[in-house]
T-cell receptor
Framework: GQNIDQPTEMTATEGAIVQINCTYQ??????LFWYQQHAGEAPTFLSY??LDGLEEKGRFSSFLSRSKGYSYLLLKELQMKDSASYLC??????????WGAGTKLIIKP | GAVVSQHPSRVICKSGTSVKIECRSL??????MFWYRQFPKQSLMLMAT?????????EQGVEKDKFLINHASLTLSTLTVTSAHPEDSSFYIC???????????FGPGTRLTVL
């Protein structure tokens, strides 16, 4: 079966750095997305990785290792507004988007 | 950037009534639109995928006669929850992509409460 694993919840301090991991087992791979979702709102796009390596975009970076079925989202200089759920999703060989359950990130002052 | 709107944002209805939710891509033509449902503290669950002018493809376990999807144009898709029941209460989110399998842009979601 297809599986996306990410931690249920993480806590970090304002101004610090946090890494949210995602491991996947899917039938094929056509890219991995990270989305941010605030409570009661729809997800917003953060990043897309299809090749191995690190993609940096401001305070957020996303890393992919296809051989390990692994990705992480790195958030730097954390702000209170970064408190949200972070969803990892993989596009499989049928171009279906397989969603992880999301990681709830709690930022403390 | 690509903007997707949804209407209504919130709806409360009585059990047995039908509810229509509209999803519009405002500044691009959406080849494909997706409908998701999300229960509290759970991940997004894809209900169906629709392409303009063709029948929607429903995920396993989603009743196509209960959740009617119409993708009438490249900018509009509608989801009708027919004969809604309290267990249909959920957060319904649509997304749209310009090309098949491209990045999905999400609407703001519709919170449905069935009494």
């Amino acid at each position: 079966g297809q599986n996306i694993d990410q931690p249920t919840e993480m806590t970090a301090t304002e101004g610090a750095i946090v890494q949210i991991n995602c491991t996947y087992q899917t039938s094929g791979f056509n890219g991995l997305f990270w989305y941010q979702q605030h409570a009661g709102e729809a997800p917003t796009f953060l990043s897309y990785n299809v090749l191995d390596g690190l993609e940096e975009k401001g305070r957020f970076s996303s890393f992919l290792s296809r051989s390990k079925g692994y990705s992480y989202l790195l958030l730097k200089e954390l702000q209170m507004k970064d408190s949200a759920s972070y969803l990892c999703a993989v596009l499989d060989s049928n171009y279906q988007l397989i969603w992880g359950a999301g990681t709830k990130l709690i930022i403390k002052p | 950037g690509a903007v997707v709107s949804q209407h209504p944002s919130r709806v409360i209805c009585k059990s047995g009534t039908s509810v229509k939710i509209e999803c519009r891509s405002l500044d691009f033509q959406a080849t494909t639109m997706f409908w998701y449902r999300q229960f509290p503290k759970q991940s997004l669950m894809l209900m169906a995928t629709s392409n303009e002018g063709s029948k929607a493809t429903y995920e396993q376990g989603v009743e196509k006669d209960k959740f009617l999807i119409n993708h009438a144009s490249l900018t509009l898709s509608t989801l009708t929850v027919t004969s809604a029941h309290p267990e249909d209460s959920s957060f319904y989110i649509c997304s749209a992509s310009e090309q098949d399998y491209n990045e999905q842009f999400f609407g703001p979601g519709t919170r449905l409460t069935v009494l």
